[in-house]
């Protein structure tokens, strides 16, 4: 099935050139010709094939033939054959479908793939590869196992032991082996070379002019002939044991078990935690110097050698092992020229009891310490919102003056922003959750808003509804930390834009925020023992953060304090001390004005969001620092685009919660040493009223804003209240 080019008659003339410049070439052909590489263009190619010339290769070619895959390889084995190819198998890759051939000293690989989206055609790819170390292949043989990088040869001569003999001491010598005797030998062994084989012959060989590239020193090699009972003669040539290691040395470990080397391949199963592992290699050594490796390494790693154990098939020698946790069984035998190895071994029943319940008390100490750290926190927590509710005023509050806004504001009111267009208010205040909403009852009420009914109506939050001429707002006044953080939304507050030339600033920025700004007198200072970056000059600072339990890793850890300082220093001093840090700026997203700033930041632990907004001549600072890899090791990492909320009981009796059109059962105890992991949810962003009922008391209604990217915990206390912390 070859393909052949057929010519056309030239003029005489014309064809005395072509030779010409054909002797030309040839001759710079030949000067720079490789007789190792084979010229893989020069190869036969089947009958309609169709040569990709796409990507000019010397020493590869692809052409793809009108047969399917399996008919393609052996037209492909039987037409190289004819061209005096002989073909042949790696060592312990007899499965592989890529072809292996050799013609004297040169190789080549083939191997077929389907063509795309024709299973009636295949494609073809010609490789041409190098052998280092040539031995020759008697003709006719067959079962042919052939590795031309140490040299190794395996397979059966069609003659007998003595023509086979007599074709390997001519055939050695023609290219290059000579054969050794004791004084070529003295540098490799000092023990005779004659050796007696039963019913064969044994000779060994060196190389002295190195690998067929002169690369590197070629090692002896040993010959065996031995005679078959059907007349034909056994083939191996393999490097000599004298030339390989008697010591072999430990490479990487695989699956936490001990590995020699050299080794032509190896795998393993497990690790050196893992109940059960495996590990199997060929190594290029002789057994016994294989077994005295193990008898070493495994001794050094506590093991003991507990006998031998009935051989397998393929075994030449199976001994148990055992240390205090483990039993094992270590198997060598030999193929080819390798020593393979299996080495497995297993957890005593004993050791795994042990270490269930080692691992049973390491979880029990770890959730005794979460329940602890929790109630910790539950109770530091009511203890500082208590200290911060008392230092709220009760007084009644008057309507600031030269408000721009649709409803009043109180006279406390700071870090106003207002946003007309979508009808959002907000700002933070001194006064208490109980005078905000009754400022807004009263004022809105004369205004002519009718408010609705309302359920959440407590001294830390009340959600208060008004409705006037087919508009509503909607008001949040929640108490957050030392102040009351009050947000409104709805249609009475959309405003039309601001007039050309006019600042939103000045439309929403109430009269106070017009005084005189309190300066440093020096420049802000960092303060060395601060967690967190803030200057020495400030009127109040604090840090929370939320840990995983026995851990000194935070998930979540906020500084705010307030600084006698204008908002461009604060700014610069942050931009500065942050950037020490390694932290970075992330310019997307960034706000600056005169009385607001808002910058996102890369630091070293994650994300970071620092705010800076003015309250009583004061810049205030917020500076939240995330650290996704705590809390995704707390598994409370919430998904992309949401938000997590983990629900814990520390009562006795079991709650539930409906949110989002979802009850929840919370067991007693949930997120303690009885059930280790409390309920966990996932929700779009946004506010969410839930609604809390446990036996025997009325039921509790709170709000819960949420923000992509943010972990809350909801953590219902013994006498019913819902603390709401975020985590995250």
Not at 548 to 565: C, D, K, V
Not at 667 to 695: E, I, N, T, V, W
Request: glycine share 8%; net charge neutral.
């Amino acid at each position: 099935m070859s393909r052949m080019t057929r010519g056309t008659a030239v003029p005489a003339h014309w064809r005395l050139l072509a030779c010409g410049l054909f002797l030309m070439a040839s001759c710079g052909v030949a000067a720079a010709a490789d007789p190792g590489i084979v010229d893989a263009h020069a190869l036969p190619q089947l009958e309609g094939a169709v040569e990709d010339t796409s990507r000019p290769d010397p020493n590869r070619v692809e052409y793809r033939v009108p047969t399917p895959q399996a008919v393609t390889s052996q037209a492909v084995r039987k037409l190289l054959n004819t061209e005096g190819w002989v073909s042949y198998v790696l060592p312990l890759e007899e499965k592989s479908t890529t072809l292996k051939f050799k013609k004297g000293r040169q190789g080549l690989s083939v191997h077929f793939t389907q063509a795309l989206g024709r299973p009636d055609q295949s494609v073809v790819y010609y490789t041409t590869d190098r052998i280092y170390s040539n031995v020759p292949f008697p003709d006719g043989a067959s079962d042919l196992v052939f590795d031309g990088t140490r040299p190794y040869l395996g397979c059966i001569a069609p003659g007998a032991l003595d023509a086979t003999s007599a074709f390997y001491t001519s055939q050695m010598e023609a290219i290059g082996w000579r054969k050794l005797t004791a004084e070529t030998a003295a540098r490799w062994t000092t023990t005779g070379l004659d050796e007696t084989i039963p019913n064969g012959v044994r000779a060994f060989y060196d190389h002295p002019e190195g690998d067929t590239t002169q690369f590197y020193k070629q090692k002896p090699v040993m010959l065996t002939l031995t005679r078959r009972d059907d007349g034909r003669t056994n083939v191996e040539i393999r490097t000599a044991p004298f030339a390989l290691p008697a010591n072999l040395n430990a490479d990487s470990d695989v699956a936490g078990l001990p590995r020699p080397t050299p080794t032509k391949s190896s795998r393993g199963l497990g690790s050196a935690s893992s109940n059960k592992r495996e590990m199997s290699a060929a190594a290029i050594a002789e057994l016994p110097a294989v077994l005295a490796f193990y008898h070493r390494e495994l001794a050094a790693r506590g093991w003991q050698d507990d006998g031998s154990t009935p051989l397998a098939p393929g075994d030449d020698v199976a001994i148990k092992i055992s240390n205090v946790e483990e039993t094992g069984v270590l198997r060598l035998g030999r193929k080819y020229d390798f020593t393979m190895v299996s080495l497995t071994t297993q957890v005593k029943e004993s050791a795994l009891a042990a270490r269930a319940k080692a691992k049973k008390e390491a979880d029990e100490r770890f959730l005794g310490d979460a329940l602890g750290a929790a109630k910790q926190l539950i109770a530091a927590d009511e203890a500082r919102r208590k200290v911060q509710a008392a230092a709220l005023s009760d007084a009644p509050l008057n309507t600031l003056a030269d408000s721009k806004t649709p409803m009043p504001l109180p006279e406390t009111a700071e870090s106003v922003k207002f946003e007309g267009g979508d009808g959002h208010l907000e700002f933070s205040s001194t006064s208490s959750v109980k005078a905000l909403t009754a400022f807004y009852r009263a004022s809105l009420k004369s205004a002519g808003w009718k408010e609705q009914p309302s359920v959440i109506n407590q001294p830390n939050m009340a959600m208060m509804e008004f409705a006037k001429g087919g508009k509503s707002i909607s008001m949040t006044v929640m108490q957050m930390g030392p102040k009351v953080n009050v947000r409104a939304d709805g249609s009475g507050l959309v405003m039309a834009a601001a007039k050309p030339g006019e600042s939103k600033s000045a439309q929403t920025r109430p009269a106070d925020t017009k005084a005189v700004q309190a300066t440093s007198a020096e420049p802000l200072k960092p303060d060395p023992d601060a967690a967190l970056p803030v200057p020495t000059q400030r009127s109040s600072s604090g840090v929370s953060s939320t840990k995983f339990p026995g851990s000194n890793q935070s998930f979540r850890t906020e500084l705010e304090a307030s600084i006698p300082a204008e908002i461009s220093d604060v700014l610069a001093f942050y931009r500065a001390e942050l950037t020490k840090r390694g932290w970075q700026e992330k310019t997307e997203g960034a706000t600056v004005t005169a009385e607001w700033a808002e910058l996102a930041f890369t630091s070293p632990d994650g994300p970071a969001i620092l705010k800076l907004g003015r309250a009583r001549n004061e810049t205030t600072v917020s500076l939240v620092q995330r650290n996704p890899q705590a809390a995704a090791k707390a598994d409370i990492m919430p998904k992309a685009g949401q938000a997590r909320v983990v629900l814990g009981n520390m009562g006795a009796k079991e709650a539930s919660l409906t949110i989002n059109k979802q009850t929840v059962k919370i067991a007693a105890g949930a997120g303690g040493p009885q059930s280790p992991k409390g309920p966990m949810l996932d929700l779009p962003p946004g506010k969410y009223p839930y609604a809390l009922r446990m036996p025997g008391q009325p039921t509790r209604t709170e709000t819960l804003t949420v923000a992509a990217g943010d972990a809350w915990g909801l953590l219902v206390g013994p006498s019913g209240d819902v603390l709401p912390l975020q985590m995250y």
